[in-house]
């Protein structure tokens, strides 16, 4: 492998002498197009060199390793972010701006309902029966829904493999009636649960696997930890997930993020809470609950509380997945980014992945909070949607090699 030792201070320094000539030689004319591909040039060099990596590929055991390695090219491609947003924050808020069949509505154990959208692909020629056609089951983030961006595109991801998908929305965020006080978290799986018993009774011929993505790839991480092997999921994809919940809550805190993601997220909760007011004030005070500034308020007025923890800390601590890693038992493949304000790199889980054969961690350079943008113009499939498309086609159709991952 070849390192290049790279000083962007010595570039900027040349650069400004080389301007400071073109200037002298005029601003106009030749002057102004040299002055403009030697910025060019100085860019294109720093991307090429600091920006355009391949990721990381960690892994608990040899055997997972190499079954990405052979079954999705991708873990080892260069991944090139389009070169006009490539940070994090930019990627992060571009996203769902650049790039369904009636729901179904589950009774759960408490008398409340969960809504879950099928995309059933009766069309598929790899998979004509409709009793073994393989099943995706997608939970989006955490305020998601079905109509998200990144849940579409996995959709068609998911369509043209010829594979049926479920999207599972948590209670009362898609237009259904919230019927009991209750929402949802990242620690309680209950729902889930449930949603996933379902599939497999309604289609118990065909495979299934899950893919979660934000606080969806919490819930699922957490439900893995949860069950162990008493799972029907084949295998699990996870993208950007906050591992450690006090770290990631620590990093939208920061002054920018606080106001670019914080109080955007903090206010679609709210509006949440505000259209189930009549259901929910009986149990919350709401107005209490309205005048939260963080998400950080908001889960110590309203989330906490729901689900009967002592203190927000301690819901914190139960919502945290880095906790249940060593006890996922199916094939999970993580994805994150290092510049990730939602998930900061120094709490991605490397160590604990490192302890369990059946965890993959895939970390990119750039790509930001559900972001992984690439192309000149990515109006198309994202990196993140080649990393679903891949690993989705190989679990299901070259699983068998993935039995018993910890020989």
């Known amino acids: 492998m070849i390192s290049l030792d790279f000083n962007f201070n010595v570039l900027t320094r040349d650069l400004s002498l080389y301007l400071e000539n073109q200037v002298k030689v005029g601003l106009f004319g030749s002057g102004v197009l040299s002055l403009v591909l030697g910025f060019s040039a100085a860019y294109a060099y720093y991307y090429l060199i600091s920006v355009a990596k391949k990721p990381q590929l960690i892994s608990g055991g040899k055997k997972f390793y190499q079954f990405l390695r052979d079954q999705c090219p991708v873990v ?53 029966n409709a009793a073994t056609r393989p099943t995706v089951l997608l939970l989006p983030g955490l305020t998601g829904t079905s109509r998200e961006s990144y849940i579409l595109h996995m959709v068609q991801q998911s369509r043209d ?69 008493e799972t029907c999921l084949k295998g699990v994809v996870v993208f950007s997930a906050g591992w450690d919940v006090f770290e990631c809550t620590a990093s939208l805190e920061k002054p920018l993020d606080r106001f670019l993601f914080n109080s955007y997220l903090t206010s679609c909760l709210q509006a949440g809470v505000d259209r189930h007011k009549s259901v929910l004030e009986k149990s919350y005070d709401i107005d209490h609950v309205m005048k939260a500034k963080t998400l950080r308020e908001f889960d110590e007025r309203f989330t906490s509380i729901m689900f009967g923890y002592p203190t927000n800390d301690d819901y914190y601590h139960d919502a945290s997945p880095i906790h249940r890693l060593k006890s996922v038992q199916v094939p999970m493949l993580c994805l994150n980014a290092a510049d990730d304000v939602f998930s900061p790199s120094h709490a991605i889980p490397v160590e604990a992945v490192k302890q369990n054969p059946n965890l993959a961690l895939l970390i990119t350079c750039h790509g ?26 190989a679990v299901i159709e070259q699983g068998g090699d993935l039995n018993d991952l910890s020989s």
């Open 76 to 128: 080892s491609e260069i991944y090139y972010p389009t070169f006009w947003c490539w940070e994090s924050r930019i990627q992060t808020v571009l996203r769902p701006f650049v790039t369904a069949k009636p729901g179904e509505l589950i009774r759960a154990e408490d008398g409340g309902q969960i809504s879950l959208d099928w995309f059933d692909n009766d069309d598929s020629a790899s998979h004509p």
């Open 161 to 229: 493999l010829g594979y049926r998908c479920a999207v599972f929305n948590n209670r009362g965020v898609s237009g259904e009636t919230l019927l009991t006080p209750r929402t949802y978290c990242a620690a309680n799986t209950e729902d889930l649960e449930a949603v996933i018993e379902h599939i497999q009774r309604t289609n118990e011929d065909a495979p299934l696997m899950a893919a979660g993505v934000s606080m969806g790839g919490m819930m699922l991480a957490n439900y893995l930890g949860r069950k162990g092997r």
């Open 368 to 393: 930001g909070h559900i972001g992984f943008l690439e192309g000149l113009w990515p109006r198309q499939s994202t990196y993140m949607d080649r990393v679903f498309k891949q690993f989705a086609k």
